[in-house]
Antibody, heavy 124, light 109 residues
Framework: QVQLVESGGGVVQPGRSLRLSCAAS????????IHWVRQAPGKGLEWVAL????????YYADSVKGRFTISRDNSENTLYLQMNSLRAEDTAVYYC?????????????????WGQGTLVTVSS | EIVLTQSPATLSLSPGERATLSCRAS??????LAWYQQKPGQAPRLLIY???NRATGIPARFSGSGSGTDFTLTISSLEPGDFAVYYC???????????FGQGTRLEIK
């Protein structure tokens, strides 16, 4: 079955960096775009970033552009989110989510599988 | 930029009752709309995509309808496990800022 397992969350001071990972299994990872979606405590869902199935296209929300970098290693079935210059407003649970469409990543689609999320807390 | 507005913010019903949740788009999204269910402490789960198609493993009591700007998620007879927060999401916008609605909390009356 499809599994997405995030790791790397924790407590970090404002201005510092953190790298999240998402280990995928149960599907052909290299054939699907993957997204990061976050949820601040008690709030709704916010799309953060997208990487196409082959890593050639990457897109970011304005709120993280220039600070976050999404990447993937298809040989290791792993997705990453490098988060720099963290702010208090980046505090959230970060989910990696699989794009529903085969060979997607050049347009938005739906999110058919989600990981359990990893909590990032930015606080001094 | 398309904005999704969900109503009501909170819906209080009893098990066995019918639930009707609304999602309105600020401009047409054709039929490119999905619904997700999120229970406390869990990740969201895809219920409906392209307005009316049930995702894999979703019970038939969940149904979606609508097109253009007005969409509805209907739960025909509520079960205890259905009380959760429901989000709509559109895939018509690019880049995908504000792709989700703000959510409707379905609570037990």
């Amino acid at each position: 079955q499809v599994q997405l397992v995030e790791s790397g969350g924790g407590v970090v001071q404002p201005g510092r960096s953190l790298r999240l990972s998402c280990a995928a299994s149960g599907f052909t990872f290299s054939s699907y775009a993957i997204h990061w979606v976050r949820q601040a405590p008690g709030k709704g869902l916010e799309w953060v970033a997208l990487i196409s199935y082959d890593g050639s296209n990457k897109y970011y929300a304005d709120s993280v552009k220039g600070r976050f970098t999404i990447s993937r290693d298809n040989s290791e079935n792993t997705l990453y989110l490098q988060m720099n210059s963290l702010r208090a407003e980046d505090t959230a649970v970060y989910y990696c989510t699989k794009d529903q469409r085969l060979y997607g990543g050049d347009s938005l689609y739906y999110f058919d599988y989600w990981g359990q999320g990893t909590l990032v807390t930015v606080s001094s | 930029e398309i904005v999704l507005t969900q109503s009501p913010a909170t819906l209080s019903l009893s098990p066995g009752e019918r639930a009707t949740l609304s999602c309105r788009a600020s401009q047409s999204v054709n039929y490119y709309l999905a619904w997700y269910q999120q229970k406390p402490g869990q990740a969201p789960r895809l219920l409906i995509y392209d307005a009316s198609n049930r995702a894999t493993g979703i019970p038939a009591r969940f149904s979606g309808s609508g097109s253009g700007t007005d969409f509805t998620l209907t739960i025909s007879s509520l079960e205890p496990g259905d009380f959760a927060v429901y989000y709509c999401q559109q895939r018509s916008n690019w880049p995908p800022e504000n792709t989700f609605g703000q959510g409707t909390r379905l609570e037990i009356k």
